[in-house]
């Protein structure tokens, strides 16, 4: 199964779930960020479910017939991560120019996308020139938000845009900043079978699960929002 990086705690503590309804099944994960997921579709890795951090990517694989029927079952909602030792300097979003290292998405990974839009949504409130400020003192852009965190959580950087359930599961190493609900931008996931795998009733079983109400309370439980209606 290949799955954006922000859904690898969400979707490991579910595959315990699922296994005890299907005994014998083992289920295998490649997580890492949609675009580098996609591309290995493309290239025509055997994989039998795909899902996605954005609609985007998947939409390009729709169309081009590599998964089918794609549902959304999850949203989740950007964040600012900040260094334990510059919280005091960067206590809310508008200081975000404050930090001296940002990291952030590059542009192809969905993370990396939704931080471009959300730099340009804070231009009417922050100032026209407030993405400039912040694109100043960035120091890297990685491949997915997993790395993104992780130059925050290792000291390599004071501050990155990553989503809410990635910057939770790094605990207290980092202290969480909001973005402005006018400023953000929410995260879409959908989730497909691809076409051709090779176990499709699991791939469809697998589906069910996370989007049925069990699914969508594990996901919630692991601080994912719920599908618009």
Partial sequence: MF??????????????????????????FNFAGTQELRT?????????????????HMAELSHASRVAGPVFFARNEPVVVVARDAAATI??????????????GVPEVPIG???LQILDRAKAQLGADFRERVEKKV??????????????TLGEAQA?????????????????????????????????VVTGAAH??????????????EGRRL?????????AP
């Fill in 40 to 56: 290995q579709l493309e290239q025509g890795a055997a994989v039998d479910v795909f899902a996605s951090a954005d609609q985007k």
């Fill in 91 to 104: 206590k809310t979003f508008a200081d975000l120019p404050a930090a001296d290292r940002i990291v952030v």
């Fill in 139 to 152: 120091v890297s852009r990685e491949l997915n938000v997993r790395q993104v965190l992780a130059k925050v």
């Fill in 160 to 192: 990155a845009i990553v989503y809410r359930t990635d910057a939770r599961a790094a605990g207290d190493k980092v202290a969480i900043v909001p973005i402005p609900a006018g400023i953000n931008a929410i995260a879409e996931y959908p989730i497909a």
């Fill in 219 to 227: 996901l919630e439980g692991a601080g994912f929002l719920a599908p």
């Fill in 3 to 28: 799955a954006a990086a922000s859904l690898r705690d969400a979707f490991m503590t579910m595959a315990g779930t699922f296994k005890q309804a299907h005994p014998g099944v083992d289920v295998t």
């Fill in 200 to 213: 499709p009733g699991l791939a469809r079983a697998w589906v069910d699960f996370v989007t049925s109400p």
């Fill in 113 to 115: 996308r939704y931080t």
